[in-house]
């Protein structure tokens, strides 16, 4: 079981009793209420004399469930490798390793491409965070956080600062500066903090916001100048290992998926989930939007990748083959979205044709299991982080 | 004793409310068929192909990571 950020975040009067205590911040149809753990008790009973027991909850969330999967069903008209037949098969391609990034000491868990195509940030499991110049290899900053695993970093999108956390269950922002010789250690700014490892994090459209998800089954959504909380998102009931944030400018959504099997969309504004989807067999490692924006993508422990279209409301495709037994880890469409790279725990990445749902290529080289995939944001290039404790670069 | 079993209820009773509330959300919304949704990916697929270039190889001179480099000069 996960314990969850919202139990006992501040300490005063009870609304409801008056007495001073722990208490507990939630949410009725979006009002807040900060009600004493007891309170919030009877509350939850006088629904119980209502006439409503667990039973009658349950039954009620089957048959919705139910009527939930028929409504779905209903527009399943065709799928969408009969659709693709007509698009033309692609070429072979030519993706070989164009460069081998060296110098983390230990699995490399994470990686991000900074906006300006060129550069890139990689975290690894020894703690230290390295930015790299992938034209040139060289190592431009280097920061050393008190904690191991650090499983996640992002780059601001402005380029002048990059995220990171992991086991320390907070995520910390670091402005980079030209000057070499300046301890970036010294700069750092503790923005997020959460009762469990950080498992992503992301800057919105802006360097001001950083969006987080966790192990302790919740997402939060924080302002990097003050640290301060300006929503979490409630529903996963197990570890949530991936987000994504909706690609258009105007796109107020994120996908997250979780140990529980769902991938979940949310509305940042509101914390509300707005969709959720239960196919996968077992974790969800990575979501990640297609470019477009109405469909995403997810890599799982049960060796399949799965692809859902946001306004059908359902699954429309499975990457999946006998001969792929091992997780994928990591996924990311290139640019155009017709192609879905995936890495694996069996040390490759299959690439995928998204609309006809075969395999089109097997990139080799890692020498270990992949973490991390990324494409450049021009498209020019994919980069693959691996616990072989190195980067590659595939163009 | 009494308490913890009352809170065991309670907390799963306000989950399955919330459970039921969610579901009866998500069951509200405007869904498009599969057929329409498809045609909609393969079109942004076909607009944005010949600008991909893992698919579509740019020319060596452009693509800064298939350049080569010469580390020597001959003098």
Not at chain 2, 14 to 27: D, G, I, N, P, T
């Amino acid at each position: 079981m996960c314990d969850q950020t919202f139990v006992a975040a501040t300490f005063g009067p009870c609304e409801s009793c008056g007495n001073a205590s722990p208490l507990m911040n939630i949410y009725i149809k979006t009002d807040p209420i900060n009600y004493c753990s007891f309170c919030v008790e009877m509350m939850a009973c006088e629904g119980l004399q209502r006439g409503e027991t667990l039973a009658t909850l349950k039954t009620e969330s089957q048959s919705l469930k139910k009527r939930l999967d028929e409504e779905r069903n209903k527009l399943n008209d065709v799928e969408l490798h009969q659709v693709a037949e007509k698009v033309e098969v692609l070429g072979a391609l030519s993706i070989k390793t164009k460069r081998v990034l060296k110098g983390h000491g230990n699995k490399v868990l994470c990686m991000d491409w900074c906006k300006d195509k060129r550069r890139l940030v990689s975290s690894s499991q020894d703690g230290k965070v390295i930015v790299w110049d992938a034209f040139t290899l060289n190592k431009e900053h280097g920061v050393t956080l008190p904690c191991t695993w650090v499983m996640a970093c992002a780059y601001a999108p402005s380029g002048c600062a990059v995220a990171c956390g992991g086991l320390d269950n907070k995520c910390s922002v670091f402005p980079l500066s030209l000057d070499k010789n300046e301890n970036l250690s010294a700069k750092k700014k503790s923005v997020a903090m959460h009762t469990n490892y950080l498992s992503g994090c992301t800057f919105t459209n802006s360097d001001m916001q950083i969006l987080t998800s966790s192990g302790d089954g919740t997402c939060a959504l924080w302002d990097v100048e003050s640290g301060q909380l300006l929503q979490s998102f409630h529903g996963h009931t197990a570890d949530v290992l991936s987000l994504d944030l909706a690609p258009s400018e105007t796109g107020n959504t994120f996908v997250s998926g979780g140990c529980d099997k769902k991938a979940n969309v949310w509305d940042m504004r509101s914390g509300q989930n707005i969709q959720s989807f239960e196919n996968h067999e077992s974790d969800i490692n990575c979501v990640k939007y297609y470019p477009s924006g109405d469909a995403f993508a997810s890599a799982s422990d049960d060796a399949t990748c799965r692809f859902y279209d946001l306004r059908a409301d359902r699954e429309v495709a499975v990457y999946q083959k006998d001969s792929v037994i091992f997780g994928a880890s990591s996924v990311d469409f290139s640019m155009s979205g017709r192609l879905l790279f995936a890495g694996y725990n069996d040390y490759t990445i299959n690439v995928w044709d998204v609309l006809k749902g075969s395999r089109v290529s097997i990139l080799y080289g890692h020498e270990n299991r992949i973490s991390r995939v990324r494409v450049s944001p021009d498209g020019t290039a994919l980069c693959s982080a691996s616990w072989d404790n190195t980067l590659r670069i595939w163009a | 004793m009494k308490d913890s079993i009352a809170n065991n209820s309670t907390a799963s009773i306000s989950q399955a409310r919330k459970a039921v509330e969610q579901l009866k959300m998500e069951a509200c919304m405007d869904r498009i068929k599969v057929s329409k949704a498809a045609a909609d990916l393969m079109a942004y697929c076909d607009a944005h192909i010949r600008e991909d270039p893992l698919i579509m190889p740019v020319p060596a001179s452009e693509n800064p990571f298939r350049e080569k480099k010469f580390f020597c000069t001959i003098l």
